[in-house]
C-alpha cells in the first residue's frame, strides 16, 4: 500500500517500514564508524523499539558486535493498516542484525508483567546463559502494577502550584499561553509507579534470581533534568518525583549485584524528540530553541550520538568520564553548557507564532518527528507501494 502519515494530536497513526528502516540503517552506520573494542557481549534491552533504547540496542550490536534481545509493546501490522514504527524499527533491525551475523531476538509485550519478565529469562537461559548489560529504557503512560493488577497512569504536572509559560503546536507553529493545573489525589504515587525505579529493580530481582547476570553487569536506566524553565513541569513536577524515584533506584540495585559486582547507572540523556517527549507541554517548544542553539554551535546529538557517546565514554571507557555529585552519568552536559542555555534563554523572551521560524528550529523538530514514523526521511519515495505486512524475522 501507500503510505502516509495520519496524525492525531501528539500521535501519527501511520508508520512506513521503509523510513523506518533507513532510520535504522543510518544509526547503523554511524556506530559502524565508531567501533567499540571492549564493550558488551550479552545485551538486555527493555524498550528497545524505539528513541534511546532502540541506539541503545544497535550500539552494542553494530558498534561492539553484541548479541541482543530487545522487549517492547508495539502494534504488528494488520492487512490494510500499518504496524507502529517501533515493530518496523525492529523488522528492520533484525533484518541487519542477521545479514551482519549478529544474534537478536525480541519479545513483543508488557515489560512490566510477570510473565514478560519469564518469557525473557527463558530465552536468557536458552540461547545466551547470561547477560553482561541490561538496558532500561522503558516510557509508557501507563503500567499494570503486576501484584495488585492496579492500572497507574502517569500525569504530566506541576507540584502545588499551577504553572503558566509558553508551548508551541510543532504541526501549526502557533505559540501560545499554557496554563497547567498542579497535581492532585495520586497523580505523585501514579507517576512514580509508572516512571519510577521499582520495575527496573523488579527486572534485576528477576534476573539475578534466575541466575542470568554475568558477574560484574552493568545495568543503565536513563533519566532527565533540563533547564530551568521546564522545572515546574518537569524536574520539580510529578515526572521529576519519578525520575527521583528511578535515580534512588540505581543504589539499591547495584547493593542488590554485591555478589555479582555488578553496577546500576542512570544515565542523564539530553532533550530530544521521541513520541514520549512531544507528549509534554512547553517542551517541544524548548526543544526546537535548543535545537537551532546546538546545530549552530555544531554540538548538536541525536539518539545515536548521545548512545554511542554513553557507551564510548561512560559505560565501556578505559578511564570513564566523572560522574556527577549524584553519581549520575551525564551526557546531558552539552545541552546544559552555560552558553546554550543563555543563548536559549534570550531566544524563549522572544520567541512568538511570528517569530519562531527564523529563531528556532521548528522545522527540524517537525522533521524529527516525522521520522519517528519512518516519514520525511532523505532517500525514501513515499509514492511507491510498501509492504505493510512486513513482520520480525
Ligand atoms: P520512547 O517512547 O521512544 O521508547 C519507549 C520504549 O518503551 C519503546 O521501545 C516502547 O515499545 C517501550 N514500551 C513502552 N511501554 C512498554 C511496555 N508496557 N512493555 C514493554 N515495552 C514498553 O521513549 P524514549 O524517549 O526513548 O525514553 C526512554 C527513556 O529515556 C525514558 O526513561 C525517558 O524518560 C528517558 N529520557 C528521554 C528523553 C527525551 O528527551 N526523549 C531525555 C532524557 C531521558
Ligand atoms: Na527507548
Known sequence: MIIEPKMRGFICLTAHPA?????????????????????????????????????????????????????????????????????????AFHEEASHAGLYAKSINGDAFSKEVKQETIDLIKQDLGTVDLVIYSLASPVRKHPETGVLHRSVLKPIDQSYQN???????????????????????????????????????????????????????????????????????????????????????????LKDLNGSAFVSVNKALVTQSSSAIPVVPLYISLLYKVMKEKNIHEGTIEQMSRLFHDHLYAAQPAAKDAQGRIRIDDWELREDVQAAVAELWKGVSTETISQIGDLKGYKDDFLNLFGFSVPGIDYTKEVDEMAIIK
Open 19 to 91: 523510513g523506518c528502516a533507513e532510520n535504522v540503517k543510518r544509526q547503523i552506520s554511524y556506530v559502524e564508524s565508531q567501533k567499540l573494542p571492549n564493550g558488551p557481549k550479552k545485551v538486555l534491552v527493555i524498550g528497545a523499539s524505539t528513541g534511546f533504547g532502540l541506539s541503545s540496542r544497535i550500539t552494542a550490536a553494530f558498534g561492539a558486535g553484541a548479541a541482543t534481545i530487545g522487549v517492547f509493546f508495539e502494534k504488528e501490522p494488520l492487512e490494510g493498516k500499518t504496524a507502529s514504527a517501533g515493530y518496523y524499527n525492529t523488522v
Open 166 to 256: 509558553k508551548t508551541v503546536d510543532f504541526h501549526t507553529g502557533i505559540v501560545t499561553d499554557v496554563s497547567i493545573e498542579p497535581a492532585t489525589g495520586d497523580d505523585i504515587p501514579n507517576t512514580i509507579a509508572v516512571m519510577g525505579g521499582e520495575d527496573w529493580q523488579l527486572w534485576l530481582e528477576a534476573l539475578r534470581g534466575a541466575g542470568v547476570l554475568a558477574p560484574n553487569v552493568i545495568t543503565v536506566a536513563y533519566s532527565y533534568i533540563g533547564p530551568e524553565l521546564t522545572n515546574p513541569v518537569y524536574r520539580h513536577g510529578t515526572i521529576g518525583r519519578a525520575k527521583d524515584h528511578l535515580e534512588a533506584t540505581a543504589a539499591r540495585i547495584t547493593e542488590q
